[in-house]
């Protein structure tokens, strides 16, 4: 069966600090992955989205990037954090047009 | 900008009780998904409803969708305490990769 792996489960880092999470996924194959932000309180923000090693799509201009080094892994980073970085940081997988799969999510606070 | 809105914001009601949430979008879809997410946790696929289909059942769950009203509706039947969630309603634009775009949620609270 496939699982999605997302850690860490929470973070807590100083303004101006890098930040690297990960994600992969385990059981399939050429997996769509994905990176959405869940503000407090608020709906999911899709951030990126690949559909193949070393091809990333940004929905929207800010301070990460997002990289796919493997098949199954998946990496959001920032060189510089801001305070508005903060957030719910879920990662999902889907193949196809199956229906998304997520992770348990990176709680970030940025101080 | 955020393609789906669910309504209400929030809702309580008394375990056994039947719990209706609805979602709007503006655009045409090529399919309206409905997830749930626990406190601190990810969301959890619960249905999916394809543009030519009304009505979709799943256990408890009943969908339904008016693409002339762009609208769908999310009742869960006989609700229990476990029930107590967010959850939240997808749309896909065009079938393809470029994922889902969700609404801000309705917030269900099942009192025992």
């Known amino acids: 069966s496939q699982t999605i792996h997302q850690w860490p489960a929470t973070l807590v880092q100083p303004v101006g600090s890098p930040l690297s999470l990960e994600c992969t996924v385990e059981?399939?194959?050429?997996?769509?992955l994905y990176w959405y932000r869940q503000a407090a309180g608020r709906g999911l923000q899709l951030l990126f989205y690949?559909?193949?090693?070393?091809?990333i799509s940004s929905e929207v201009p800010q301070n990460l990037s997002a990289s796919r080094p493997q098949d199954r892994q998946f990496i959001l980073s920032s060189k510089k954090l801001l305070l508005s970085d903060s957030g719910f940081y879920l990662c999902?997988?889907?193949?196809?047009?199956?229906?998304?799969?997520f992770g348990n999510g990176t709680r970030l606070t940025v101080t | 900008s955020q393609q789906g809105e669910e309504d209400p914001q929030a809702l309580s009601i008394q375990e056994g009780e039947n719990a209706t949430m609805n979602c709007s979008y503006k655009?045409?879809?090529?399919?309206l998904q409905w997830y749930r997410q626990n406190s601190g946790r990810g969301l959890v696929h619960l249905i999916l409803?394809?543009?030519?289909?009304r009505e979709k059942h799943s256990g408890r769950l009943r969908v339904t969708l008016d693409t002339s009203k762009k609208s769908s509706s999310l009742l869960i039947t006989a609700s229990r305490a476990a029930d107590t969630a967010s959850y939240f309603c997808?749309?896909?634009?065009?079938?393809?990769?470029?994922?889902?775009?969700f609404g801000k949620g309705t917030h269900l609270i099942i009192q025992p």
């Open positions: 999902a997988w889907s193949v196809r047009n199956s229906p998304l799969h």
């Open positions: 059981g399939t194959s050429n997996p769509n």
């Open positions: 690949s559909v193949g090693i070393g091809q």
């Open positions: 655009t045409s879809i090529n399919n």
């Open positions: 409803i394809r543009s030519n289909e």
């Open positions: 997808a749309t896909a634009l065009r079938g393809g990769a470029d994922g889902l775009t």
